[in-house]
């Protein structure tokens, strides 16, 4: 028997409460529905646990077909224009100045955002890129999961 998928989180202390609204949704729709796993779908069901996006990013290792002897890895992680920039968790204390919650997300140019502490007289800046390899995949909540695929051939 070979494993057909594996799901890791990437969250240092993941709380595994997050997960159980994805889990039962994988099991109802994959194994019982029969769904097609693809990233659409997959994204739906990280959605359907809504504290998961921002709690942390999660790696699917799956096989493109039952045969095939490598597994493809397939990391998400959830985006939001000024929650989480291009997947990257925002610092929850100011590097300069120390202050909490206090950098602001603006749109620059292009695609990349940049992040400017609201502190008076503190310099500290961050430009945020969208990071290479990643596809947008459309969710149905705000912001939405990027994807990458490595492996797998
Ligand atoms: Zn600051």
Redesign the pocket.
């Known amino acids: 028997m070979q494993v057909q998928r594996v799901v890791c989180f990437g969250a240092a202390a993941l709380q595994a409460c997050m997960s159980v609204p994805f889990f039962m949704s994988f099991v109802s729709s994959v194994y019982i529905d029969g769904v097609n796993l693809d990233h659409t779908h997959f994204a739906r069901l990280l959605s359907c646990a809504s504290m998961l996006n921002r709690h942390s990013t999660v790696l699917l290792y799956a096989r493109k077909t039952p045969d095939q002897p490598a597994l493809q890895l397939n990391k998400y992680r959830w985006s939001h224009k000024t929650v989480r920039p291009w997947g990257e968790e925002l610092p929850l204390q100011?590097?300069?100045?120390?202050?909490i919650a206090?950098?602001k997300i603006k749109a620059g140019q292009g695609a990349d955002l940049h992040g400017t502490?609201?502190?008076t007289g503190?310099?500290?800046t961050r430009t945020y890129t969208r990071p290479n390899g990643h596809t947008a995949v459309k969710s149905v909540e705000q912001g939405a999961w990027l994807v990458s695929v490595e492996g797998g051939e």
């Open positions: 100011c590097p300069e100045c120390g202050s206090s950098l502490c609201e502190m503190c310099p500290f």
